[in-house]
């Protein structure tokens, strides 16, 4: 017992103390593969494989795994589950990483905390799915947790960038309330979004039922508060050029290009017959879309926490001694 309290001790002691280059590189992994599961599991979708395996935690009533007769379908559906353990593995490698912070940085040991909790709560809410036939509903909701695990990925990605945000806002009030509007047409859009596909051709295997709306009228629905989203992006990048508002010029910019990069996609793929491969690329730009306003969000803000010794603190440090105006 007193060697395995000494072991425990001595790895408890090689955890980060600060927000080292460790911790930085999971953060950025944890946003990656939340990124990455929504690709695969539209790819679930988009190859008719969703009830690959027909029955949830089993693969079959019989089989924890997919079996020789389920064909391509079985690979493609117990291959997305088998990713889960990715998302575990990398949930609980960072909130590890962060256990020794977690009195000089809470933020950090929440924003992990919650990582990690979300991972089962998607695998249940997937099993749902499953057990439902795919419900075009649930799976909708199954999608929103992916963006809200984005969103807080994000958020943990840019923490332990930039340390923990002060409460004044290091821009001008007009910026804050125009980038404000901007996110919640962001949340429209992929909310109708969510919807228009539930009306749609991909359902995921060809006996599941449509939620009975109109995908013709939902797609000019769907680009209302997209186009809404552009304009103020492009507002906030004239006011980025005009004030020099050098703190939030690169998240901007990012933010254009992912918008200019899913309309793109998105005007392609209903003028194309919604081709697979589109479909799936416009999912995940979703996903970076979300990730790219989030991260405007977050710097608006100044800073007030930056550890010299910490992993990129030379950026973050150079930015809050920076004037928000030039």
């Known amino acids: 017992m007193k060697?395995?309290?000494?072991?425990?001790?001595?790895?408890a002691a090689r955890l980060p103390a600060v927000v080292d280059r460790r911790v930085v590189a999971a953060a950025w992994v944890s946003l990656v593969v939340q990124i990455g599961i929504v690709g695969t599991g539209g790819a679930v979708r988009l190859t008719g494989?969703?009830?690959?395996c027909p029955t949830w935690p089993r693969c079959t009533p019989e089989s924890f795994v997919n079996t020789p007769e389920m064909g391509i379908h079985g690979v493609i559906e117990f291959g997305?589950?088998?990713?889960t353990f990715v998302l575990v593995v990398v949930a609980v490698v960072t909130f590890v990483l962060v256990l020794r912070l977690r009195r000089e940085r809470p933020d950090?040991?929440?924003l992990a905390l919650l990582l990690g909790l979300g991972i089962p709560a998607q695998a249940v809410l997937g099993g749902v799915t499953v057990l439902t036939g795919l419900d075009p509903w649930i799976v909708g909701a199954h999608f929103v947790v992916s963006i809200v695990l984005v969103v807080l990925a994000t958020m943990l990605?840019?923490?332990?960038?930039f340390g923990r945000p002060s409460a004044e806002f290091a821009v001008p009030p007009l910026f804050v309330v125009i980038a404000k509007i901007?996110?919640?047409a962001v949340g429209v859009t992929v909310l109708v979004g969510v919807v228009t596909t539930g009306s749609g051709p991909?359902?995921?295997?060809?006996?599941?039922?449509?939620?009975?709306?109109?995908?013709?009228?939902?797609?000019?629905?769907?680009?209302?508060?997209?186009?809404?989203?552009?304009g103020l992006t492009v507002t906030l990048l004239a006011m980025v050029v005009t004030a020099g508002l050098r703190q939030v010029r690169g998240p901007v910019i990012l933010l254009l290009a992912v918008e200019v990069a899913q309309m793109a996609v998105g005007i392609s793929q209903s003028r194309l017959g919604l081709p697979e491969i589109l479909v799936g690329l416009h999912m995940v730009l979703a996903c970076i879309l979300v990730a790219?306003?989030?991260t405007v969000v977050l710097a608006m803000r100044g800073r007030t926490s930056v550890d010299p010794r910490s992993a990129g603190s030379g950026e973050a440090l150079r930015e809050a001694q920076r004037p928000a105006m030039a």
């Open 292 to 294: 790219a306003m989030t």
């Open 108 to 110: 950090l040991f929440r």
């Open 3 to 11: 060697a395995l309290t000494t072991t425990f001790s001595l790895l």
């Open 182 to 184: 901007a996110a919640v």
């Open 202 to 230: 991909h359902a995921g295997d060809a006996a599941t039922p449509r939620n009975g709306l109109d995908p013709s009228v939902l797609q000019h629905v769907h680009s209302w508060p997209a186009y809404l989203t552009l």
């Open 157 to 161: 990605v840019h923490r332990v960038r």
């Open 49 to 52: 494989s969703g009830l690959g």
């Open 80 to 83: 997305n589950r088998l990713l």
